[in-house]
């Protein structure tokens, strides 16, 4: 066919599909790959007579007439037409061959469909570029830039495994066909976490950045806090008490401390009591930490203590002589070394010792006490407490007060029996311990110890005895007597074994008797029978 006749075919033919019928090619578009193949196939019944295809209005790819395929010169080579099925195959396609294709057959009748070829550039070179090497929390103003080789290309953001969220506002996106630009304003720590990937695809293909990016975002300081947070008023010197400053900050913040606004000469984020021997008022003690990239410096609230010394040691000074009661007195002075004295409490014997008689008398500031006259209950152990704020220590004193003896008792029986072992024990309080001497009917005896023993007591031994108690310092003796009765053996136990006896004997016989008088008496009451 002359090429005249064809171009008039070609005119004619989508006219004539016009009327008749449409929609035998697939709804576009249809995607290809840049250098690759795609194949556009009519959906049609019966063998077609005649087959054209036309690319973006009437220009011609390829013709079936008259059982002869016709390919277009533009596409020698690259086009192949499917007489039996219609089908039109596209070879090294190139973004040229986008547009829109037409085909008109007839078979029985004439058919007519479209359809859109996109073809397109696969996805490469993903890549993330940032406008600055690390920012600033608040400050910096982040713009990321990803770039990709391809043709229709969207993008999408992933930070770590979350999509990042686009508010238009602080976080905004640019897109083009070959880029997406990302402006993260006053950026936040939590932004870019990362790592940071950025997915470029179209309809065919898609690619991730291959190494993930990340941008270091600094911050902070933020938190600042002293530990602990309430300290003791008053903190003792030398002990390990120390302040801890943190902060939450990258880089790490450095520190700076201030006794009542003035600065303390050192960095450390730890405050010892070494660091501030010199400063033992109250005081307020704060701490500042500064980001050494921000420049940001935020301060601690602040704490207060004052450093006071312990108490060393406690002494008690007292009388070192003999003291004797209704005579002496004790002066007992409580000496306290180190630190400041707070408090000072007196105990006797562990309990408060207060002033519950004149002879009691406290110092005004209670460092000593004066009892005058002693007397015998002042015996004990005197403690002094000495306190402050931080620290406790005390001292004993143990008080020996001489009196005595007092008027002896004597702890015997008043009537034994020959042979008996005899025990007279007798006791008088007395410091120190009084010595004992004993005398039978005024006849002073070799005993002289507070038990008298009678091995096995005699007839001879029954008397007056008496107890003499002498304190060897005091010089002063007392004495009380007792009155023992020795007799017979067996009469002061009760009654003897015979007489004992008896008494058991005669009760049994008693009980027989009254069980007997019981029966007699019940066999008198039954009826005799008449028969």
Not at 164 to 193: F, P
Not at 240 to 262: D, I, R
Not at 350 to 356: F, H, I, Q, V
Request: hydrophobic content about 35%; overall charge neutral; proline content about 6%.
């Amino acid at each position: 066919m002359d090429p005249l006749s064809l171009k008039s075919l070609l005119l004619l033919l989508p006219l004539l599909g016009c009327c008749v019928g449409q929609g035998i090619l697939p709804a576009g578009p249809v995607s290809a790959l840049v250098g690759g193949n795609v194949t556009l196939k009519p959906l049609i019944s019966y063998p077609p007579s005649v087959i054209t295809w036309t690319f973006n209005g009437p220009n011609g790819v390829a013709t079936f007439i008259g059982g002869t395929v016709i390919v277009e010169d533009a596409y020698t080579g690259r086009a192949s037409l499917n007489s039996t099925d219609g089908s039109l195959t596209l070879s090294a396609l190139t973004p040229g061959d986008s547009g829109d294709y037409n085909v008109n057959v007839i078979t029985t009748r004439a058919l007519f469909g479209e359809t859109k070829l996109l073809v397109v550039e696969p996805v490469s070179n993903v890549d993330i570029k940032s406008n600055v090497p690390d920012a600033i929390e608040y400050n910096s103003t982040v713009i990321l830039t990803c770039s990709a080789i391809g043709s229709s290309l969207s993008f999408k953001w992933i930070n770590g495994s979350a999509p990042i969220v686009v508010d238009g506002t602080r976080i905004t996106e640019i897109k083009t066909n070959s880029s997406s630009v990302l402006t993260i304003k006053n950026v936040l720590r939590t932004d870019l976490v990362g790592p940071i990937y950025c997915t470029a695809s179209n309809s065919l293909t898609t690619k991730s950045t291959t190494t993930p990016f990340n941008l270091t975002v600094y911050y902070g300081p933020d938190d600042v806090t002293l530990t602990p947070a309430n300290p003791p008023k008053f903190i003792q010197a030398g002990s390990t008490f120390n302040l801890t400053c943190s902060a939450s900050s990258l880089p790490p913040a450095s520190f700076t401390w201030y006794y009542n606004g003035t600065r303390i000469e050192t960095s450390s984020s730890v405050l010892t009591l070494d660091m501030i021997k010199g400063y033992t008022k109250m005081a307020n003690y704060t701490c500042r930490a500064e980001n050494p990239k921000s420049k940001r410096s935020v301060p601690s609230p602040a704490v207060s203590f004052a450093i006071m010394e312990g108490i060393s040691s406690v002494e008690i000074i007292g009388p070192t002589g003999f003291l004797i009661a209704s005579n002496s007195k004790a002066n007992l002075s409580c000496q306290a070394t180190g630190g400041t004295v707070g408090k000072v409490d007196w105990l006797k014997d562990g309990k408060p010792l207060g002033p519950s008689s004149p002879r009691v008398v406290f110092a005004a500031d209670e460092s000593s006490v004066l009892i005058s006259p002693l007397q015998k209950d002042d015996n004990g152990r005197f403690t002094c407490r000495v306190s402050n704020a931080v620290s406790s220590k005390e001292a004993h004193y143990n008080m020996e007060v001489i009196y005595g003896p007092e008027q002896p008792t004597i702890t015997a029986k008043k009537a034994v029996e020959v042979n008996q072992q005899v025990e007279l024990t007798c006791s008088a309080a007395s410091v120190p311990t009084a010595n004992y001497t004993w005398k039978l009917n005024g006849t002073a005896t070799t005993t002289t110890a507070a038990v008298f023993i009678i091995a096995s007591a005699a007839y001879k031994d029954a008397g007056t005895y008496t107890c003499e108690a002498h304190n060897i310092i005091t010089s002063k003796t007392t004495s009380t007597s007792h009155n023992l009765s020795v007799q017979g053996e067996g009469t002061l136990d009760g009654l003897s074994d015979g007489a004992i006896a008896g008494i058991v004997i005669a009760v049994i016989i008693a009980v027989a008797l009254v069980v007997v008088g019981v029966w007699c008496y019940c066999r008198q009451k039954v009826p005799t029978s008449p028969y």
